[in-house]
């Protein structure tokens, strides 16, 4: 190897004519940050009120603009290894409202918790945007994280990893890997504790079955949205310890163990969330063995193929 050559190895894969995997992910991660960056000051420029959906289209298309150019420019790849599914999306979201519906079920049947007034009982006069307005805000959540973690994190920690130990551990390791960085990414969300960042990485892990069985996202997107839909705005737990929204279809106290219902973080906190996991892990390999039929890996997340060279 040659003098230039030793320098350049930390920053520049040389078999695959791209930069390194570490800098890639930094890159991106500054493309992002500098797009949101330009989003807010024109949104400033225009005279346009700042706002919480606002705040959430904005990231929006900060991320989903950076890894899309991300993608082109740095991976050298297509936005997507599989066509985007809307079919799947909607039953998607219907396999994570049935999750939240099970969670809810189970919790009110054993008594921790009490329903204080509801949008069909309302303890005062109310308006359903709220809870209109959160679907909007959560469909942004749902697209955004899928996204950036098993659209754009997963394939490329696979593809990394597949020359070391094999395309098939390396899509299963990134698999993982992007299931951890997901849990690890909400332990600054209030209320956040151990159990619960364990319980969101296996959220990951459950989510991430879309790309590592079809390779797309779609379901993914449409379980993510439909979870944190049903969780927050109409059973009326908390989402991962926040709140976006100032209304919910059942407005509740809890008083069982936080251990079952995950407290003020709400169920993904608590073994609710497991069995709620698990209901929605079974659910999508069903509808991937419905619409597909026999499971696979996507093996082809792991695979590199450049759509252009420098």
């Known amino acids: 190897m040659t003098i230039a050559g030793m320098i350049s190895w930390p920053f520049y894969n040389r078999r695959e004519r791209r930069l390194r995997l570490w800098l890639r992910f930094t890159l991106t991660g500054v493309l992002i940050y500098a797009l949101d960056v330009a989003l807010l000051a024109a ?14 289209v904005r990231t929006l298309l900060a991320i989903s603009t950076g890894v899309l150019l991300a993608r082109w420019l740095l991976d050298r790849q297509k936005p ?22 099970v969670i809810f079920v189970t ?27 959160a679907l909007g805000i959560y469909t942004c959540v749902g697209i955004y994280e899928e996204l ?19 395309a098939r551990w390396a899509l299963l390791a990134a698999w993982l890997l992007s299931a951890f960085i997901f849990g690890a990414a909400h332990l600054l969300n209030p209320h956040a504790s151990t159990l619960g960042t364990l319980l969101i990485a296996g959220a990951g892990l459950m989510l991430g079955l879309s790309p590592l069985l079809t390779g797309s996202i779609s379901l993914a997107v449409g379980v993510h949205i439909g979870w944190n839909w049903f969780m927050g705005a109409v059973y009326g737990f908390a989402v991962s310890g926040t709140r976006v929204n100032d209304g ?29 996991i698990g209901i929605a892990a ?13 499971l696979r890996l996507a093996g082809e997340l792991s695979e590199y193929k450049a759509i252009w060279y420098i």
């Open 282 to 294: 079974l659910l999508m390999v069903l509808w991937i063995r419905k619409r597909r039929g026999a």
């Open 43 to 56: 949104a400033a420029a225009l005279g346009l009120a700042a706002s919480t959906p606002a705040g959430f």
């Open 107 to 133: 919790a009110l049947a054993a008594g921790w918790l009490h329903i204080d007034s509801s949008a069909f009982a309302p303890a005062s006069g109310g308006s359903s945007l709220p809870i209109a307005q």
């Open 248 to 276: 919910s279809v059942f407005h509740i106290t809890l008083s069982g163990s936080e251990l079952w219902t995950g407290g003020a973080f709400g169920p993904e906190a608590g073994i609710l969330g497991i069995i709620g």
């Open 80 to 101: 997507h290894a599989a066509p985007y599914a809307l079919r799947d999306t909607a039953a998607g979201f219907i396999i994570g409202g049935i999750a939240q519906t």
């Open 148 to 166: 950036a973690v098993r659209g754009y994190l997963l394939p490329n920690i696979a593809q990394s990893l597949a020359r070391l130990i094999g």
